[in-house]
C-alpha cells in the first residue's frame, strides 16, 4: 500500500516527523541523513554537516540533491534511493564517489534503508563512511595476494603453508586438498590433520626444517594416504619443505610444494619389469645376442655368450670380448663394429670366434642400430650364428640361398629383393605383394613400372642410393602411399633397404624387408611400446618360436605359428603344437621330448609339420631348456625352421647328377670303344703293316668325342658360376673377324660333313672377353651343325649395326624352330621336343649360357626362324674401331 506524498500531510504531521527525525538523529555521531519520500532532508547529525562542509548551513525541508550546490546529485545515488522506497530493500556498504570542497572526489560506502514512522508516512536513512585511499604498499600486497591466490590455482603442484612450530595448515591449494582427498585441514596441525604419517617420518622432517632452516627435498617418496576407514593408498611425491621467515628473519612456518608423481613411478617400474622379462626371453634364445651402447661399449651379452667362449661377465665388458676372437680377424671385425656404431648402420661380418676349449670355429655377426620411439640413437643390437660347416663346404652355401628364397616366400615379413640398376622386383613373397595391394604378375617388372605411385615419394631415390653407396637404408615409420584396390592409401612402415653383394663384392641387388607399424604409430604407451616391440622381435624371426613351462605345456606362440596353422593362441594351446606333427616323424619326436623334459638336455631333429592348408612342410625343429641359477628348468623355447626348399633342392640336385651322368657316359663309352679297337688291331697286324691300319679315322673319331665331352662340362661348370655370380669376364680390345675364322677352322677340324662360309663387309675390333665371344660362336655353329640334318651349308655374317655396333649372325637350314619356342629356349635346361628327339641329345644350356655372356657384355641375341626352312641366331656388340 502506498502511503500520502509529505506534500499531502498537515502542518501537525509535518512537525511530528521532523521531530521524530531530530530524536534519531541527536544521539549518532557518524555521517547520517534523515530524508522524507521526496527525498527532502528531515534532519542531519554533525558528523554529516563535519564531512560535507554544511556548518551553519539551514537544511531542513531542503532536497537532498540541493545540498551543496548539487554535491549528492549523483544519478546512481538518486535511483539507489528510488530502488529502497520502491521495493523496501536495503542498501549495505555500496560505493558512490563524492566531491568535497578542497579536496576533489572521495568515496564512500553508504547503507539506505526504509524506517517507518510513527505517522501515516516512512522515512528514509542514509549513512555515510568514508573509505580509505589504499597505500602504495597496500595495493602491491593486494596484487601480491592475487597473484599468489592464482598461482596456488592454477599451479599443478600440490602446494601449502604450515604455520608455527606445531606446523597448522595456513593455506592450501586445490590440487593439495585433492591429494588428501579433500579433507577439513585449514587451522589443524599436520598430526590432527594427516594423523597416518605420524609414523611414516614426515613430523620429523618438518621439525627438522623448523629447527635448523635448512630446505628438505625428497625424491620419488612413498607415503601412505588414507582413502576410506580402513584403506589405505600408496603414493610416490617429490617434494619440497622451504622454510618461511617473518620480517624480523625468524622461521614462522614452512612452505611445501609436493608433486604427485605415482604414475610415473610406476610406469617406469613397469618398464624395468618389462625389460627383465624381455632379457629373460632374449638369455633363452638358441643363439648369441649381444647389446651396445651409444659409447659403442657392449653392454649386455646373453648367456650363450658366456657358455660358448667360457669368457666371465668382467672380461668381456666394454670391447674385451675381442679376445675371444681369432687374432687374425679381431682388428677388421673391430672395424666393423666401431664404423657401425660411429655411421649408426647395420653391418654383417664373418670371423672365427674362441669355443672354451680352445677350438676356434667360423661364425656370422649380424647387427644393425636400435632407436627409441623418439628415433634417438641407443646403440647396437646384433646376434651370433655358428656357420663353420658352411663356411667350409661350398655346396651349402648353394643351399643357403636356397633356403633363404624358401623363408623370403613363406615368412611373414613382407620381403622382397630388387636386382639391377632398374631394380627389377626378382623375389616378393606374398607378404609384400599384399602390402603393395597387387599380385605376383609384378615379379619380374621394375619397381618404378609395378609401382607407379611411388613417383614423387624418397623411396627410387633411397633405393639408387643404396645400389650407389652400398650403405644399408634403415626406415622407421615412414609414410608411404601406395594404391590398394583403387584407391591411394596411407600407411607407416618400419623397413630396411639392404645392399645385395656377389662373393667378388660387387653389389647386384637390395633385399627389402617390411613391416607395417601403421596403428603402433598412433600409440606411445611406454608399457604397450615395450610389450610391442618384445612381440615384434619374436614375430620377425624367420622361424616359429614357442614357449612352454617347465612341464612342457605351450604358454606361447609367435605371429608365424599362429599364420602357418590358421589358429589363434587359445586353440594353440588347447592342442599343442604336437598336434601338427606329421605321424612318421611324431612317435620318435615325443619319445625325444619327453626324454628332454626327464633330463633337461637340449634337442634338434628334421620333422615334417602340417599348415593350415593340410600339407606337410619339412621343418628343422630346435628345443632348448630355460634353466634357473641352480639348475632347473623354467621353462623351454621351442623354434621351428622350414627346410623344405632344402629338401626339394637336394632332390633335384640328385637328378640333376644323373642326368649329367647319363650325358656323360655316351661320349665317355665311345671313347673307350675306339681305344679298345685301336690297340686290338695294332696287337693282331705286324709293326710293318700298321700303317695300314685305320689309325686316322678313328683318332679322328675320339678326338671329335673328346672334344665334344670337354664342351659340355664346360658348360657345366659355367652354369654353376653364373648361379654364384661367379663368371668372371676379362676383356681386351681384339680383331672379331679373326675370332670368327678361327674358330670355323677349328669346327672343320671335326665337322668335315659341312660347308661353313663366311661373309663379311668390314673388320671389326672389339672391347670384350674373346675366349666366352667365341664360346657363343662355338655354340652358334654347333647348334646349326646339330639341328640340320638335311642341309651341309651353313652361313656366317659379319655387318655393321650403326656406326657403333657389329651384328655376328649364324644362319642354318635346318628344322627351325617355332614362334611359340623362341623365349624358352634360352631358359637353363630347356629343349625344344621333336619327334626324334634322341637324335638331338643335350643338356639344354647352350643357349642359356650364350645369352648370360651376351647380356654381361652389354649386347643382345636375336633370332629369326621357321619351321622346316632353318634358323638365324645372332649378336650385337658394341665395336670400338671399324675399318674396310
Known amino acids: 500500500m502506498v502511503k500520502p506524498h509529505a506534500n499531502e500531510l498537515s502542518e501537525?504531521?509535518?512537525?511530528?516527523?521532523?521531530?521524530?527525525?531530530?530524536?534519531?538523529?541527536?544521539?549518532?555521531?557518524?555521517?547520517?541523513?534523515?530524508?522524507?519520500?521526496?527525498?527532502?532532508?528531515?534532519?542531519?547529525?554533525?558528523?554529516?554537516?563535519?564531512?560535507?562542509?554544511?556548518?551553519?548551513?539551514?537544511?531542513?525541508?531542503?532536497?537532498?540533491?540541493?545540498?551543496?550546490?548539487?554535491?549528492?546529485?549523483?544519478?546512481?545515488?538518486?535511483?539507489?534511493?528510488?530502488?529502497?522506497?520502491?521495493?523496501?530493500?536495503?542498501?549495505?556498504?555500496?560505493?558512490f564517489s563524492i566531491g568535497l570542497k578542497k579536496k576533489g572526489k572521495k568515496r564512500f560506502a553508504v547503507n539506505i534503508s526504509l524506517l517507518e514512522s510513527p505517522n501515516v508516512q516512512n522515512i528514509l536513512l542514509v549513512s555515510f563512511r568514508k573509505l580509505k585511499e589504499m597505500s602504495k604498499t597496500d595495493k602491491q600486497e593486494a596484487v601480491f595476494n592475487r597473484i599468489f591466490k592464482n598461482i596456488l590455482s592454477k599451479t599443478p603442484a600440490a602446494i601449502c603453508v604450515l604455520r608455527g612450530p606445531n606446523h597448522v595448515f595456513e593455506v592450501a591449494n586445490e590440487n593439495y586438498m585433492k591429494l588428501l582427498g579433500h579433507r577439513d585441514i585449514i587451522g589443524k596441525t599436520v598430526q590432527e590433520a594427516i594423523p597416518e604419517v605420524s609414523n611414516q617420518g614426515f613430523i620429523e622432517l618438518l621439525d627438522e626444517v623448523y629447527k635448523t632452516g635448512e630446505p628438505y627435498i625428497g625424491k620419488e617418496t612413498q607415503?601412505?594416504?588414507?582413502?576410506?576407514?580402513?584403506?589405505?593408498?600408496?603414493?610416490?611425491?617429490n617434494f619440497v619443505y622451504?622454510?618461511?621467515?617473518?620480517?624480523?628473519?625468524?622461521?614462522?612456518?614452512?612452505?611445501?610444494?609436493?608433486?604427485?608423481?605415482?604414475?610415473?613411478?610406476?610406469?617406469?617400474?613397469?618398464?624395468?619389469?618389462?625389460?627383465?622379462?624381455?632379457?629373460?626371453?632374449?638369455?633363452?634364445?638358441?643363439?648369441?645376442?649381444?647389446?651396445?651402447?651409444?659409447?659403442?661399449?657392449?653392454?649386455?651379452?646373453?648367456?650363450?655368450?658366456?657358455?660358448?667362449?667360457?669368457?666371465?661377465?668382467?672380461?668381456?665388458?666394454?670391447?674385451?670380448?675381442?679376445?675371444?676372437?681369432?687374432?687374425?680377424?679381431?682388428?677388421?671385425?673391430?672395424?666393423s663394429f666401431l664404423e657401425g656404431h660411429e655411421q649408426k648402420k647395420g653391418y654383417s661380418i664373418g670371423f672365427r670366434l674362441r669355443k672354451k676349449k680352445g677350438e676356434y670355429r667360423w661364425v656370422l655377426d649380424k647387427a644393425g642400430p636400435k632407436f627409441d620411439s623418439s628415433g634417438n640413437y641407443e646403440g647396437m643390437i646384433g646376434t651370433l650364428i655358428d656357420v663353420h660347416e658352411e663356411k667350409n663346404k661350398e655346396d651349402l652355401v648353394r643351399e643357403k640361398d636356397h633356403r633363404l628364397q624358401g623363408i623370403v616366400k613363406e615368412a611373414t615379413v613382407a620381403t622382397a629383393i630388387y636386382t639391377g640398376k632398374e631394380m627389377r622386383i626378382d623375389l616378393a613373397n606374398d607378404a609384400m605383394?599384399?602390402?603393395?595391394?597387387?599380385?605376383?604378375?609384378?615379379?619380374?617388372?621394375?619397381?618404378?613400372?609395378?609401382?607407379?605411385?611411388?613417383?614423387?615419394?624418397?623411396?627410387?631415390?633411397?633405393?639408387?642410393?643404396?645400389?650407389?653407396?652400398?650403405?644399408?637404408?634403415?626406415?622407421?615409420?615412414?609414410?608411404?602411399?601406395?594404391?590398394?584396390?583403387g584407391k591411394m592409401q596411407t600407411g607407416y612402415y618400419n623397413f630396411t633397404y639392404k645392399p645385395l653383394r656377389d662373393k667378388n663384392g660387387k653389389i647386384y641387388g637390395i633385399l627389402n624387408m617390411a613391416i607395417d607399424v601403421t596403428e603402433s604409430v598412433t600409440s606411445k604407451?611406454?608399457?604397450?611400446?615395450?610389450?610391442?616391440?618384445?612381440?615384434?622381435?619374436?614375430?620377425?624371426?624367420?622361424?616359429?618360436?614357442?614357449?612352454?613351462?617347465?612341464?612342457?605345456?605351450?604358454?606361447?606362440?609367435?605371429?608365424?605359428?599362429?599364420?602357418?596353422?590358421?589358429?589363434?593362441?587359445?586353440?594353440?594351446?588347447?592342442k599343442g603344437w604336437f598336434q601338427y606333427i606329421h605321424p612318421d616323424e611324431k612317435e620318435g619326436f615325443l619319445r625325444a621330448w619327453q626324454d628332454c623334459l626327464s633330463t633337461g638336455c637340449n634337442m634338434e631333429m628334421q620333422l615334417r609339420l602340417k599348415n593350415k592348408e593340410g600339407k606337410y612342410i619339412w621343418h628343422l625343429s630346435r628345443c632348448e631348456a630355460v634353466k634357473e641359477d641352480d639348475g632347473s628348468i623354467k621353462m623351454w623355447i621351442s623354434v621351428n625352421t622350414e627346410i623344405n626348399k632344402i629338401k626339394e633342392e637336394e632332390k633335384r640336385k640328385e637328378e640333376f647328377l644323373k642326368m649329367v651322368s647319363h650325358e656323360l657316359k655316351t661320349p665317355v663309352t665311345s671313347i673307350k670303344g675306339y681305344v679298345q679297337l685301336l690297340l686290338t688291331l695294332i696287337k693282331k697286324q705286324?709293326?710293318?703293316?700298321?700303317?695300314?691300319?685305320?689309325?686316322?679315322?678313328?683318332?679322328?673319331?675320339?678326338?671329335?668325342?673328346?672334344?665334344?665331352?670337354?664342351?659340355?662340362?664346360?658348360?657345366?661348370?659355367?652354369?654353376?658360376?653364373?648361379?654364384?655370380?661367379?663368371?668372371?669376364?676379362?676383356?681386351?680390345?681384339?680383331?672379331?673377324?679373326?675370332?670368327?675364322?678361327?674358330?670355323?677352322?677349328?669346327?672343320?677340324?671335326?665337322?668335315?660333313?659341312?660347308e661353313i662360309s663366311l661373309d663379311s663387309d668390314s673388320q671389326f675390333r672389339v672391347m670384350a672377353d674373346r675366349d666366352r665371344i667365341g664360346q657363343v660362336i662355338i655354340n652358334f655353329v654347333m647348334n646349326?651343325?646339330?639341328?640340320?640334318?638335311?642341309?651341309?651349308?651353313?652361313?656366317?655374317?659379319?655387318?655393321?649395326?650403326?656406326?657403333?655396333?657389329?651384328?655376328?649372325?649364324?644362319?642354318?637350314?635346318?628344322?627351325?624352330?617355332?614362334?611359340e619356342n623362341y623365349k624358352k629356349i634360352f631358359r637353363r635346361f630347356y629343349r625344344v621336343e621333336v619327334k626324334r628327339e634322341e637324335t638331338y641329345s643335350g643338356f639344354g644350356i647352350g643357349l642359356y649360357l650364350a645369352n648370360e655372356i651376351i647380356e654381361r657384355h652389354n649386347g643382345e641375341i636375336q633370332l629369326k626362324s621357321k619351321l622346316g626352312e632353318g634358323s638365324e641366331f645372332s649378336f650385337i656388340l658394341n665395336t670400338t674401331c671399324v675399318t674396310s
Open 12 to 95: 501537525k504531521e509535518k512537525n511530528i516527523l521532523t521531530k521524530y527525525a531530530l530524536q534519531l538523529t541527536q544521539t549518532i555521531r557518524e555521517p547520517l541523513l534523515v530524508l522524507d519520500e521526496n527525498f527532502c532532508v528531515l534532519s542531519a547529525t554533525t558528523g554529516f554537516k563535519n564531512r560535507f562542509k554544511l556548518i551553519g548551513q539551514a537544511m531542513d525541508g531542503d532536497s537532498v540533491f540541493h545540498l551543496n550546490k548539487g554535491q549528492l546529485d549523483i544519478p546512481d545515488f538518486r535511483n539507489s534511493l528510488e530502488g529502497v522506497l520502491k521495493t523496501g530493500e536495503a542498501i549495505n556498504e555500496k560505493t
Open 223 to 237: 607415503v601412505q594416504l588414507k582413502v576410506d576407514e580402513d584403506k589405505f593408498k600408496n603414493s610416490f611425491l
Open 242 to 335: 622451504q622454510p618461511t621467515r617473518n620480517h624480523k628473519g625468524k622461521i614462522d612456518g614452512i612452505f611445501a610444494h609436493v608433486i604427485d608423481v605415482t604414475e610415473q613411478v610406476e610406469a617406469r617400474k613397469a618398464v624395468e619389469d618389462s625389460e627383465k622379462r624381455l632379457r629373460e626371453v632374449i638369455d633363452a634364445v638358441p643363439a648369441i645376442v649381444w647389446i651396445s651402447d651409444t659409447k659403442g661399449q657392449t653392454v649386455y651379452l646373453n648367456k650363450n655368450w658366456y657358455s660358448y667362449t667360457g669368457q666371465d661377465k668382467e672380461t668381456s665388458e666394454g670391447l674385451g670380448w675381442l679376445e675371444a676372437i681369432h687374432p687374425e680377424d679381431r682388428e677388421q671385425t673391430k672395424l
Open 433 to 485: 605383394i599384399k602390402l603393395w595391394g597387387k599380385d605376383k604378375s609384378v615379379i619380374g617388372t621394375p619397381l618404378h613400372k609395378a609401382l607407379p605411385e611411388l613417383d614423387g615419394q624418397p623411396f627410387l631415390g633411397l633405393l639408387r642410393n643404396v645400389l650407389d653407396t652400398g650403405e644399408t637404408y634403415w626406415g622407421k615409420e615412414d609414410k608411404v602411399d601406395l594404391m590398394i584396390d
Open 525 to 574: 604407451i611406454l608399457l604397450k611400446e615395450s610389450e610391442f616391440q618384445f612381440r615384434q622381435m619374436a614375430d620377425l624371426m624367420p622361424g616359429m618360436v614357442s614357449k612352454s613351462n617347465k612341464e612342457g605345456v605351450g604358454i606361447y606362440f609367435n605371429k608365424n605359428w599362429l599364420d602357418f596353422t590358421g589358429n589363434d593362441t587359445t586353440k594353440l594351446k588347447e
Open 686 to 754: 705286324e709293326a710293318a703293316e700298321a700303317s695300314k691300319l685305320p689309325l686316322k679315322p678313328s683318332l679322328e673319331r675320339i678326338n671329335h668325342q673328346v672334344t665334344r665331352l670337354t664342351r659340355l662340362i664346360s658348360e657345366i661348370l659355367d652354369l654353376s658360376r653364373i648361379r654364384e655370380n661367379q663368371l668372371e669376364l676379362k676383356k681386351e680390345e681384339f680383331n672379331l673377324n679373326e675370332l670368327v675364322q678361327e674358330t670355323i677352322q677349328d669346327i672343320n677340324y671335326t665337322n668335315t660333313q659341312h
Open 784 to 819: 646349326a651343325i646339330k639341328y640340320s640334318p638335311g642341309s651341309q651349308n651353313i652361313i656366317l655374317k659379319i655387318t655393321g649395326e650403326g656406326k657403333d655396333k657389329v651384328r655376328v649372325s649364324v644362319k642354318d637350314f635346318g628344322i627351325g624352330i617355332g614362334e
